[in-house]
């Protein structure tokens, strides 16, 4: 019976979960499971203006979900194969290197 319980309340998470994905607004909860925060590390972020968020009243936070995923995509690292390209280009644009 125990098994059964804690299966149905691992259902009941993982339903829970996946309204994340498709909710265009999130509220605070919600934006801190969806980027995997602390709630602290969130806060710090909204007061710091680090993080873009709504207050609509001037209490509650707000999270637009694809502004968020922009967030989360931001200062991607270059491959090494793309930096070694970049350089092969700069230094044929320059005429350092003749092919």
């Not at 339903?15 to 980027?35: D, H, M, P, R, W």
């Not at 491959?79 to 700069?90: F, L, P, S, V």
């Amino acid at each position: 019976m125990d098994e059964i319980i804690e299966r149905l309340e691992n259902l009941q998470r993982l339903i829970e979960s996946q309204g994340i994905y498709t909710k265009e607004v999130l509220n605070f909860n919600e934006a801190c499971q969806y980027l995997e925060l602390s709630q602290s590390h969130l806060y710090k972020l909204t007061s710091a203006g680090s993080i873009p968020h709504y207050k609509p009243n001037g209490k509650k936070l707000y999270f637009k979900r694809t502004e968020l995923e922009t967030w989360l995509l931001r200062n991607r690292n270059s491959t090494q194969e793309e930096i070694d390209q970049r350089a092969a280009d700069y230094l044929i644009k320059k005429g350092r290197v003749k092919l």
